[in-house]
């Protein structure tokens, strides 16, 4: 079972909304806090929102108060609600386990999401 497995990008004109979804199986996602990261064309890959296990909320200025990250634990899942989208949104999106020294080391395959103006 291939351990994270993100979905839900696409391409969306600017001001529109995508739901990501990010399966994470396995013992390290689940007492973990979690991340999205994004990585755009040339730039290097940055994390934009961030839960703990517990439910608390952290989130880069770019997107505040525009994303909105979330986790089910009993689905082993995490999700990121993204609206009023902007084109300097457009990236590769990837979820991940935050540990004490960065991200595990395994990644996804991430998901493709392209905002238009």
């Known amino acids: 079972q291939v351990p994270l497995v993100e979905s839900g990008g696409g391409l969306v004109q600017a001001g529109g909304s995508l739901r990501l979804s990010c399966d994470a199986s396995?013992?390290?996602?689940?007492?973990?806090?979690m991340g999205w990261f994004r990585q755009a064309p040339g730039k290097q890959r940055e994390l934009v929102a961030s839960?703990?296990?517990?439910?608390?909320?952290d989130y880069v200025d770019a997107v505040q108060g525009r994303f909105t990250i979330s986790r089910d634990n009993a689905k082993n899942a995490v999700y990121l609600q993204m609206s009023s989208l902007k084109p300097e949104d457009t990236a590769v999106y990837y979820c991940?386990?935050?540990?004490?020294?960065?991200?595990?080391?395994?990644w996804g395959q991430g998901t493709q999401v392209t905002v238009s103006s």
């Open positions: 396995g013992t390290i996602f689940r007492i973990n806090p």
């Open positions: 991940n386990a935050l540990l004490a020294g960065g991200p595990y080391s395994y």
């Open positions: 839960i703990t296990t517990g439910g608390r909320t």
